[in-house]
């Protein structure tokens, strides 16, 4: 399983710990990744998802999944998110769920 956001495509990063003497070591930063359910209205189902509690934050911000996909990009997404987004457009509900 990767660890990345399925949602954003946010993955790891890599930085220094620097200790107070400035002694620099390598190390790795995390997404905060989580594994959520979250509800498709236009579809009637719902859909899991390993994502970042950023963009869950987001889906919540935007008034759910639908909304969330309708307005997210492509490239960004992986490719169950990308088939999700595919069906939803295909159901016809896309005008509901623009508006």
């Not at 220094?16 to 209205?41: G, K, Y």
């Amino acid at each position: 399983m990767s660890r990345r956001c399925e949602l954003t495509g946010k993955g790891p990063m890599t930085g220094n710990n620097v200790s107070h003497a400035n002694n620099r070591t390598r190390r790795r930063f995390l997404p905060n990744l989580n594994d959520v359910t979250l509800q498709s209205e236009a579809l009637g189902r719902s859909f899991k998802f390993r994502i970042s509690a950023s963009a869950l934050r987001s889906v919540d911000h935007r008034g759910g999944l639908d909304k969330y996909l309708a307005k997210a990009k492509d490239a960004d997404l992986s490719a169950n998110a990308l088939k999700v987004k595919k069906a939803i457009e295909k159901s016809g509900s896309e005008a509901e769920v623009l508006s």
